[in-house]
Antibody, heavy 120, light 107 residues
Framework: EVQLVESGGGLVKPGESLRLSCAAS????????MNWVRQAPGKGLEWVSS????????YYADSMRGRFTVSRDNAKSSLYLQMNTLTADDTAVYYC?????????????WGQGTLVTVSS | DIQMTQSPSSLSASIGDSVTITCRAS??????LSWYQQKPGKAPRLLIY???SLQSGVPSRFSGGGLGTDFTLTIASLQPEDFATYHC?????????FGQGTKVEIK
């Protein structure tokens, strides 16, 4: 069974940093592109970042580029998101999601999410 | 960036009704369109990818259609568990973008 479990969320002050983790199991993690998606309270879904299976390619939404860094450790089947210089606008539930096989890049499995709250 | 616009933003329907949600892309995305279902406090669940391919395990009452800029998600014979928010997403070009969501409520 495919499982994605996020951790690392919490309450931080504006300007601080946070590192999210996503532990994967039940599939060959090293074969899949992985993604982060966030959802602010009461709002829609927003793609954050993607990383290819071997970390050759990393992509970011414009509003996060330069502040967020995605990485992965295939030996540990883990995905990470380092978030720096956080602002109130970064308050959201952060989901990790697997991109399915093929060229569609649809997100076929999602974790349960971890809440990040940025407030003074 | 490609803008995804869903309509309606919300709708009320009864058990057994057939409903259709529309998603329009601001430019041609071929068939790079996915649909997700999300219930309150839960993660999204993939329903449809490639505009019309049903994800494994998803009931056949869900169907997707369209190509280019205009897409639909149809739920035939609504069931109690179908009341949720539905999101479309384009994966034609980065940044991947989502529609604003359509909430399906019980009438």
């Amino acid at each position: 069974e495919v499982q994605l479990v996020e951790s690392g969320g919490g309450l931080v002050k504006p300007g601080e940093s946070l590192r999210l983790s996503c532990a994967a199991s039940g599939f060959s993690f090293s074969s899949y592109t992985m993604n982060w998606v966030r959802q602010a309270p009461g709002k829609g879904l927003e793609w954050v970042s993607s990383i290819s299976s071997s970390s050759s390619y990393m992509y970011y939404a414009d509003s996060m580029r330069g502040r967020f860094t995605v990485s992965r450790d295939n030996a540990k089947s883990s995905l990470y998101l380092q978030m720096n210089t956080l602002t109130a606008d970064d308050t959201a539930v952060y989901y990790c999601a697997r991109a399915g096989y093929g060229d569609q890049f649809h997100f076929d499995y999602w974790g349960q999410g971890t809440l990040v709250t940025v407030s003074s | 960036d490609i803008q995804m616009t869903q309509s309606p933003s919300s709708l009320s329907a009864s058990i057994g009704d057939s409903v259709t949600i529309t998603c329009r892309a601001s430019q041609n995305i071929r068939n790079y369109l996915s649909w997700y279902q999300q219930k309150p406090g839960k993660a999204p669940r993939l329903l449809i990818y490639g505009a019309s391919s049903l994800q494994s395990g998803v009931p056949s009452r869900f169907s997707g259609g369209g190509l280019g800029t205009d897409f639909t998600l149809t739920i035939a014979s609504l069931q109690p568990e179908d009341f949720a928010t539905y999101h479309c997403q384009q994966t034609y070009t980065i940044p991947w973008t989502f529609g604003q969501g359509t909430k399906v409520e019980i009438k």
